[in-house]
C-alpha cells in the first residue's frame, strides 16, 4: 500500500513540474528558447535537451539496463544549435513520455528492485527519488529564464507576489 501511496505520489509531482515547463514554454518564442543570459548559462533549450536526454536514457529499459546509455552523449546536450519550437517541444515531450510511462508501468514490489546508474546501484525508489531531485531543479531554471525574458508580462505560476492571504482564504473556503 505505501508502495502504491509513494508511485502515485511521485507522479504527481513530476506531472506538477512537468506543468509548469509546459506553461513555460508555451509563452515563449523560438529566439526566447534558445536565449542564454550574460555569462554563459544555458538556455531554456539546452535544459531541455539536457532533461529529455537524462529522462530518455534513466528511463528506456529502466529495470533491466543501466540508465546511462551507450548512445547518449551528454555532453552534447549543451551544444547550441537551431532548433525550431517544433522540435524543442518534441524533445520535452518525448523525455517526459518516457519517465512517466516507465514510473507509471512500476509496481510497489518494483521499489525494492535494483538499477543501475553510471554503474551505481540505486533500489529504484531512490531512483525516482533521484529524479524528483534532478527534474524540479532544471524546471526551475526554466521558469526562472522565463520570468527573466518575459519581465512584465510574466504570469505567475504559483501564488503572486502580495497575494499569499488571498489565495489561503480562497483553499480554507473550500474546505468548508
Known amino acids: 500500500m505505501l508502495g502504491e501511496i509513494f508511485l502515485d505520489s511521485a507522479l504527481k509531482r513530476l506531472n506538477y513540474y512537468k506543468s509548469l515547463g509546459d ?3 508555451a509563452v515563449l518564442t523560438g529566439e526566447q528558447l ?3 543570459p550574460e555569462g554563459a548559462p544555458n538556455s531554456i533549450y539546452l535544459i531541455i535537451r539536457h532533461m529529455s536526454g537524462n529522462m530518455r536514457s534513466r528511463w528506456t529499459d529502466f529495470l533491466h539496463s543501466d540508465g546511462e546509455k551507450p548512445w547518449r552523449n551528454r555532453d ?9 519550437v517544433a522540435a524543442i517541444r518534441q524533445l520535452w515531450e518525448d523525455g517526459w513520455t518516457c519517465m512517466l510511462d516507465a514510473i507509471a508501468a512500476l509496481t510497489p514490489a518494483d521499489l525494492e528492485k535494483t538499477v543501475y546508474i553510471r554503474s551505481e546501484p540505486h533500489i529504484v525508489l531512490d531512483a525516482i527519488n533521484r529524479q524528483l531531485a534532478h527534474i524540479p531543479y532544471h524546471v526551475g531554471q526554466i521558469v526562472y529564464i522565463g520570468k527573466m525574458i518575459k519581465k512584465d508580462d510574466w504570469q505567475s505560476l504559483s501564488i503572486p507576489k502580495g497575494k499569499s492571504q ?3 482564504n480562497d483553499m480554507f473556503g473550500k474546505k468548508q
Open 23 to 25: 506553461q513555460t514554454i
Open 34 to 36: 534558445h536565449w542564454q
Open 76 to 84: 552534447t546536450e549543451f551544444e547550441e544549435d537551431d532548433a525550431s
Open 166 to 168: 488571498d489565495f489561503n
